[in-house]
């Protein structure tokens, strides 16, 4: 108990600190790994726990960035409002296209979540009057109790705690009846469902908070990018989004966390090969999906029990 | 005008036929959807480019070396990812067949550049009008190219030991092995097999479409082609190709040119969802 408390103070110093001692830039690039990390996480909860492959989080993330802008623009709604409403309506989408799981699974789910994707992006390319069309659109910055935040040093206190928030609630949730109903269902659905579960509420249920995951971490990096491109919420975006959970590792909330660290901070390393980072990122896949299919996440532990084996067999 | 838009949607729909054929061959013999593939048919357009510009080859001779090339490939790809990964789950196997894609696309973006490629057409593109309507020699040649490639395949599987080897392979791996087919040969002839198809298919449209990193996402029309064909057998992905050519080129032609695709794509999904063992099969029960 008293070790749990030391835990949460030395977060909250730790978030009150780091202000004073990174500069904006850094601050910003936190914040990117905060907001990509939710992205994730609903990767992690549909595809990593309940196994159903999507490749449909660039859609809710486009949605979740475009929604609250249109809102905010043409309707005069703050965003902050708009911002939870709006991921609410894609969990709800999310947990619509979940329905179709009933029906399709493994190849063909790939296959209609990647053309859900696409149509997505077509309607923000040829809505114009709306959407800004192909050009894209800008989004007002979020103003909150009279203060307007607009750059990374001042997003940072609104991003982390609410990344930090979902993401208590998330590994809360996934640790009660529902988590182990997805893991159930991911392990055999035929044995889940002979054991009572209703599956096919269980699995639309993860895709609804994928929905809604995507969407708020959508908002988020639209926040910090200002500007929504169309061009970004493509297949291709989906792919680079599942690529973060292999390689960070898809059945653990801190896998998402780990992949969007490293994927983030890896252009910073690699600046002069600006043109191979892609490459980089696809041969990361490859190598992850063949080689280490668990990721980073599901290395640490074992290199731990490793590490204990030898100092046992040493001390023997 | 309607005679028009069928003879102009023939041409797409033999290139989305060649395409919708290898992956109803790979999905068939060896149980993966590779959706990789468009990126397969976008690299293999890359590669007679590379041939042209790197090594100053001329066109024919480029597109041989092309073809051998991607054989290669293929063989790379089975030996070096696939076979590995035979016993990997289904999720695995797709995403390994997703970054596949993924690299072929980003090693071209990086070594040549973002930008669109000319590339040129095998026969004249200005049409020539025959009994009211404009038929384009180049449209031609493709649709010719196409069905021949198509009849060499059906030749092959009706006629030769190899091709009735890799029909027993996909249909029954035991039962064929039991009969002395080298069915780890025969996969890796599959994978050989569609890989030079694709490359074949990326030749082809490359002129139509502009030949661009971003090309591969054809493959969709492909996927949505072999749906529409049932995903299981030769005649349906051919029939699926040119039906999806006619139906994306009718509302295209008659409503708005913006639809197109989203037609395409909302076709995929219908067709996932409604009948999913296409328009021709026959339904397929799993068992437990």
């Known amino acids: 108990m008293i070790a749990r408390f030391l835990i949460y103070g030395?977060?909250?110093?730790?978030?009150?600190?780091?202000?004073?001692?990174?500069?904006?830039?850094?601050?910003f690039q936190f914040c990117l790994i905060a907001a990509t990390a939710l992205v994730v996480l609903g990767l992690v909860v549909v595809t990593g726990l309940a196994g159903q492959i999507s490749l449909a989080q660039a859609a809710f993330v486009g949605l979740g960035g475009y929604g609250p802008a249109i809102l905010a623009t043409s309707w005069g709604v703050p965003l902050w409002a708009a911002i939870p409403l709006m991921a609410l309506g894609v969990g709800a989408a999310g947990f619509v296209l979940g329905q179709m799981t009933l029906r399709i699974s493994g190849h063909y789910l790939a296959l209609a979540t990647m053309a859900f994707t696409a149509i997505v992006q077509l309607s923000f390319i040829h809505s114009d009057p709306v959407t800004g069309g192909a050009a894209g659109m800008p989004v007002p910055p979020l103003r909150l109790l009279g203060v307007t935040l607009s750059n990374g040093g001042q997003l940072y206190y609104v991003i982390l705690p609410t990344t930090v928030l979902l993401f208590v609630l998330v590994r809360n949730v996934l640790q009660s009846r529902f988590g182990r109903a997805l893991t159930a269902i991911r392990q055999s659905e035929t044995a889940a469902e002979a054991m009572g579960l209703n599956v096919l509420r269980y699995k639309a249920a993860a895709f609804a908070s994928s929905g809604f995951l995507g969407a708020i971490g959508g908002a988020l990096l639209s926040l910090l990018s200002t500007y929504l491109d169309p061009g970004q919420f493509g297949i291709t975006q989906s792919v680079y989004f599942l690529a973060i959970a292999v390689v960070g590792g898809m059945?653990?909330?801190?896998?998402?966390?780990?992949?969007?660290?490293?994927?983030?901070?890896?252009?910073d390393f690699l600046q002069s090969f600006q043109s191979y980072l892609g490459l980089v990122f696809a041969l990361l896949l490859l190598g992850f999906i063949v080689l280490r299919p668990n990721g980073l996440a599901a290395m640490g532990p074992r290199l731990v029990e490793w590490v204990s084996h030898r100092h046992r067999v040493v001390r023997r | 005008m309607l005679a028009q838009v069928l003879v102009s949607s023939a041409t797409a729909g033999a290139v989305y036929a060649l395409i919708a054929l290898g992956f109803v061959l790979i999905h068939k013999g060896t149980g993966v959807v590779h959706f990789g593939y468009g990126d397969q048919v976008m690299f293999g357009a890359y590669l007679v480019l590379i041939g042209r510009v790197m090594l100053g080859l001329s066109f024919w001779p480029a597109t041989v070396c092309a073809l051998l090339a991607s054989a290669l490939l293929g063989a790379l790809i089975y030996g070096g990812f696939m076979w590995p990964l035979r016993n990997a789950s289904l999720l695995a196997r797709i995403i390994a067949s997703l970054a596949l894609g993924t690299v072929l696309r980003e090693f071209v973006r990086a070594y040549m550049?973002?930008?669109?490629?000319?590339f040129p057409f095998l026969l004249s593109p200005t049409a020539v009008p025959v009994a009211g309507v404009l038929l384009v020699p180049a449209n031609l040649a493709i649709i010719g190219v196409s069905f021949g490639v198509l009849g060499l395949l059906f030749l092959m599987f009706e006629k030769t030991i190899y091709g009735k080897a890799i029909i027993a392979a996909c249909d029954n791996q035991i039962g064929a092995g039991i009969v002395g087919v080298r069915v780890s040969y025969v996969f890796l002839a599959i994978w050989i097999l569609a890989s030079v198809l694709a490359t074949l298919a990326g030749i082809l449209v490359a002129p139509l479409l502009t030949l661009s990193p971003d090309m591969g996402l054809i493959g969709i029309k492909g996927f949505t082609?072999?749906?529409?064909?049932?995903?299981?057998?030769?005649?349906g992905a051919v029939l699926g190709g040119i039906s999806l050519g006619i139906l994306e080129a009718l509302p295209g032609t008659y409503i708005s040119s913006a639809l197109k695709d989203m037609i395409s794509y909302s076709i995929l999904i219908l067709v996932i969802l409604i009948r999913p063992q296409g328009l021709m099969g026959a339904l397929m029960i799993r068992k437990v």
Do not use: R
Not at chain 1, 10 to 27: D, K, N, Q, T
Not at chain 1, 251 to 266: D, E, K, N, R, Y
């Open chain 1, 251 to 267: 059945t653990s909330p801190l896998g998402a966390v780990i992949g969007s660290a490293m994927f983030i901070l890896i252009p």
């Open chain 2, 225 to 235: 082609a072999a749906i529409l064909g049932g995903f299981s057998s030769l005649t």
């Open chain 2, 113 to 118: 550049g973002p930008n669109a490629w000319p």
């Open chain 1, 10 to 27: 030395v977060g909250i110093a730790a978030f009150l600190a780091a202000p004073h001692l990174f500069a904006e830039y850094h601050l």
